[in-house]
T-cell receptor, first 113, second 116 residues
Framework: GESVGLHLPTLSVQEGDNSIINCAYS??????FIWYKQESGKGPQFIID?????DKRQGQRVTVLLNKTVKHLSLQIAATQPGDSAVYFC????????????FGTGTRLKVLA | DTAVSQTPKYLVTQMGNDKSIKCEQN?????MYWYKQDSKKFLKIMFS???????INETVPNRFSPKSPDKAHLNLHINSLELGDSAVYFC???????????????FGAGSRLTVL
């Protein structure tokens, strides 16, 4: 299940199930989006990216969906594994030299054995 | 080889002290950043430098002073530390954002600052 509030939103999924992590981005002009994974004690690591001229992009076990109409981004992880447990962030930017990535609030993914 | 390396990884200090965090990248990137991550994991940009030139300063108190001696290094000096400065500070780098194509941020492992 998913919980929101003062704490970091958490999504708990059973190992082997698919996970869907959602993100609402802030700037309708943003044209490039990245999903990052942050494991405990480490820096965020790149997972997958998508430009605004696409609505779907697939990687290895991951798919990013972009809905510009409602400024929504999602990350789908197929066959979730224990190693997927981490905090996931979406980031947005404008590829015209703003030098600024804006990060979403993050979602903690817990994979249950 | 670590692409973006920060030192120290942990820093515990008293209020009022001055401290520095160093960052180096060996990726040949033109742009470097400092981000602050609070206890709720929220990542907020503080500064961005492109080829040693300050590009972004996100209304950070002037107790924080970044310094970029060359494009591979971006250090963060903090004067008169306050309790609210306790956080994890991440250095990151990317290709020049003005270049054609998308430029992914590569992060360091973070420096956890605790102010007592």
């Amino acid at each position: 299940g998913e919980s929101v509030g003062l704490h970091l939103p958490t999504l708990s999924v059973q190992e082997g199930d698919n996970s869907i992590i959602n993100c609402a981005y802030s700037n309708s002009a943003s044209d490039y989006f990245i999903w990052y994974k942050q494991e405990s004690g480490k820096g965020p690591q790149f997972i997958i990216d998508i430009r605004s001229n696409m609505d779907k992009r697939q990687g290895q076990r991951v798919t990013v969906l972009l809905n510009k109409t409602v400024k929504h981004l999602s990350l789908q992880i197929a066959a979730t594994q224990p190693g997927d447990s981490a905090v996931y962030f979406c980031a947005e930017t404008l590829l015209s030299g703003t030098y600024k990535y804006i990060f979403g609030t993050g979602t903690r993914l817990k994979v249950l054995a | 080889d670590t692409a973006v390396s920060q030192t120290p990884k942990y820093l515990v200090t008293q209020m009022g002290n001055d401290k520095s965090i160093k960052c180096e990248q060996n990726l040949g990137h033109d742009t470097m950043y400092w981000y602050k991550q609070d206890s709720k994991k929220f990542l907020k940009i503080m500064f961005s430098y492109n080829n040693k030139e300050l590009i972004i300063n996100e209304t950070v108190p002037n107790r924080f002073s970044p310094k970029s001696p060359d494009k591979a290094h971006l250090n963060l000096h903090i004067n008169s530390l306050e309790l609210g400065d306790s956080a994890v500070y991440f250095c990151a780098s990317s290709q020049d954002m003005r270049r054609e194509g998308a430029n992914v941020l590569t992060f360091g492992a973070g420096s956890r600052l605790t102010v007592l």
